[in-house]
């Protein structure tokens, strides 16, 4: 039997990005399909590795910058130059010793601070307007950390930034090396808007974002930019690597646009289906893998 209510009706459509616009000597885009293609249940808590399966070896050691940067203070990277600094004691006793290996038992203190192997978290939020992207605000002001605060018991901290009237994808963890990856310019991490002008956009700007415009820190490129399918020439895609702030609003103000509405909805391969606005949940496994291989 055929369900009478559904029958004959198409699904309803949220914006197309497929249809990029690019440079007029280069081949039309193929269209877009979200490298998340599905939502995967996220494994039950239970299942998941205990920090130290994980982070110790066999004999129950691990290098002190590992257990630095698994503790959600810092990269690898940055905790050899802090140990070498002389700013980390295990036991009472300062270590700069490269290579050096801690036992579960050892007290790692950096900046008067016990440091502690926690299990890593990575949470992706759908944040909402009227919320700003600090861990801290001395002025009181809303902030993305008490819309996560209930996703776990560890301390996590935003992934780059989005400002206070910017809605769409944010990403949350303790993993220092991830989050010094993703934010590093040189794995240009894909980011990708839709975004809502206060007037038609035309063909000519578009060539000039693709080719590049000069603002007042530098020359600024998009990736791809295109029209939203049955929303109106004055809503567009924006796909970009740069993280420089808040390079989206200040290109089409450049050219004499005024954004109204911006909102991210691909954040280096995560998506928003399934994640409503406000709402928070925890990346699977396969979504962590992928994001350690961008």
């Known amino acids: 039997m055929s369900n009478r209510k559904t029958e004959g009706k198409k699904p309803e459509k949220h914006g197309d990005y497929s249809k990029f616009y690019k440079k007029p000597d280069k081949p039309a885009a193929k269209k877009f399909a979200p490298v998340i293609k599905k939502t995967v249940k996220v ?3 239970s299942v998941l590795p205990k920090p130290a399966d994980v982070l110790f070896d066999k004999d129950g050691h691990a290098r002190l910058n590992k257990f630095i940067a698994h503790a959600g203070v810092c990269s690898r990277r940055e905790a050899d130059t802090l140990i070498i600094s002389g700013a980390v004691t295990i036991n009472g006793t300062v270590v700069t010793e490269m290579g050096y290996k801690v036992k579960r038992s050892d007290k790692v203190v950096m900046g008067g601070q016990l440091l502690r192997a926690e299990r890593l978290q990575y949470v992706l939020l759908n944040k909402p307007k009227g919320f700003i992207t600090t861990t801290d605000d001395p002025h009181e002001r809303k902030t993305v950390m008490q819309l996560v605060e209930k996703a776990c018991s560890e301390r996590i901290y935003p992934i780059g930034r989005l400002d206070k009237e910017t809605t769409g994808l944010l990403l949350f963890t303790n993993d220092g090396d991830l989050a010094k990856k993703l934010t590093h310019p040189s794995h240009r991490v894909r980011k990708m808007y839709h975004v809502v002008l206060d007037k038609d956009f035309s063909k000519t700007d578009m060539v000039k974002l693709v080719e590049g415009i000069d603002l007042e820190d530098g020359k600024a490129t998009v990736d791809k930019v295109s029209y939203i399918e049955e929303k109106g020439k004055h809503e567009v895609g924006v796909e970009l690597h740069s993280g420089k702030n808040r390079i989206v609003r200040r290109i089409f103000e450049h050219l004499g646009y005024k954004v109204i509405r911006l909102d991210r909805v691909i954040f280096a391969g995560l998506t928003k289906k399934d994640l409503p ?16 291989m961008v």
């Open 277 to 292: 606005r406000s709402r928070f949940r925890h990346l699977s496994e396969k979504e962590i893998a992928f994001l350690k």
């Open 43 to 45: 494994e039950p808590k």
